[in-house]
């Protein structure tokens, strides 16, 4: 089985960036339709994607979020900012809860690593996908868009647990199902 590890949004947000991305990729010159959006009920923040996952390797990756999650604090975070990665993702960023969000991905890293999954050799960017092409669609010039556009603020809410998740590929495109939720020790 596809899986990966989030923190999934809360449905209210992701009703209110949904809406948002509407007035976003209409401003996003895209003349060949390359970029695909993503749909509200997908939006998440990726901490660490395990790919396919061998059925007798989700129980000893169940303990060990449970015990990532053992050791973490809720904490809250806002959304803002709008960027790209060479013009095939892009990317609504963090505004606040960056800190919180790095280490809570690097616990996962180590606690990944320990059951025989690759550690991810690129620096850690916390950020929800919004659209992806396999093409760049041309020069994403984001920098000439509406500034209340670009810098709009999502939240605060409360990140007070991780998910999870296992994607299934389809020609429709991915379909997500939360396998499981870890609940922080605390939240504050």
């Avoid at 809406?19 to 749909?39: C, E, S, T």
């Avoid at 647990?161 to 939360?178: C, F, H, N, R």
Wanted: overall charge positive; some cysteine; glycine content about 8%.
């Amino acid at each position: 089985m596809r899986l990966f590890i989030a923190i999934q949004i809360p449905q209210d947000l992701r009703q209110e960036i949904a809406l948002w991305m509407k007035a976003l990729a209409q401003l996003i010159p895209d003349p060949k339709g390359r970029l695909h959006w993503v749909k509200e009920n997908q939006l998440h923040l990726t901490l660490k994607f395990l790919g396919e996952t061998r059925e007798d390797q989700v129980q000893p990756l169940r303990q060990a979020l449970k015990a990532v999650a053992a050791v973490h604090a809720g904490f809250s975070m806002r959304l803002t900012k709008v960027g790209h990665f060479g013009g095939r993702v892009v990317w609504l960023g963090i505004e606040t809860g960056t800190k919180e969000t790095a280490a809570l991905a690097g616990s996962i890293e180590d606690g990944c690593q320990m059951l025989g999954f690759v550690r991810e050799s690129r620096a850690f960017n916390p950020h929800i996908t919004l659209a992806r092409s396999k093409f760049n669609p041309g020069t994403l010039r984001l920098a000439d868009l509406p500034h209340p556009i670009t810098q709009k603020i999502f939240g605060p809410f409360t990140v007070f647990e991780v998910g999870l998740i296992q994607s299934t590929l389809t020609p429709q495109g991915a379909i997500y199902k939360t396998l499981e939720k870890f609940p922080f020790a605390r939240v504050t």
